[in-house]
């Protein structure tokens, strides 16, 4: 079955650091792959998107992520964190049949 | 533009009782589904629906039922609201294979 981990269930960062959240899928296939990022008390908005083609994506927000096929990851990363990204993030996959599952989501907490 | 608009945003329900959470795109997509949030559960998809027509299970269909009379709507019925059904609800659509759109939720409370 098709399933979508997020290791780090919470993280948190000073202001101006790095960012890396984690994303590893089960699929048979090579997926669509989705990162979303929700902000409390809101739905989700998409950050970016992997379908084909050069596995580093850029984003909004100044994010990006790398879609690694030997090791089923796909890991998001922000150079240097703005206290405005303090939410929660959500990897996603869309398998066969456009049904997108969804990882348990990273809540980043930001440090000024 | 409106988007995906979800009604209502706050509900409690007693336990037993029915009800259709309501969900309206304007975007002309043909895929729409339904997620439930729970804490540290992540969405998980409910019902989704492809076009006018055509309806599938998610990963926790049990309990909930979906029509799709038209492109526009796709309504989410409970038919005895559980305790258990206690959650968030978000309604997407999306054109194919790319960003879904996300309402604003329905936060449902089951007593």
Redesign the interface.
Known sequence: AQS?T?PD?HITVSEGASLELRCNYSYGATP?L?W?VQSPG?????LL?Y?SGDTLVQGIKGFEAEFKRSQSSFNLRKPSVHWSDAAEY?CAV?TS?????????TSLSVIP | NAGVTQTPKFQVLKTGQSMTLQCAQDMNHEYMSWYRQDPGMGLRLIHYSVGAGITDQGEVPNGYNVSRSTTEDFPLRLLSAAPSQTSVYFCASSPTSSEAFFGQGTRLTVV
Do not use: S, T
Not at chain 1, 42 to 46: A, F, I, P, R, T
Not at chain 1, 97 to 105: A, E, N, Q, T, W
């Open positions: 979508v997020q269930i669509y989705f979303y809101q739905g989700l908005q998409l998107k379908f959500f869309e049949y456009d049904k997108v599952i969804f990882g348990p989501g």
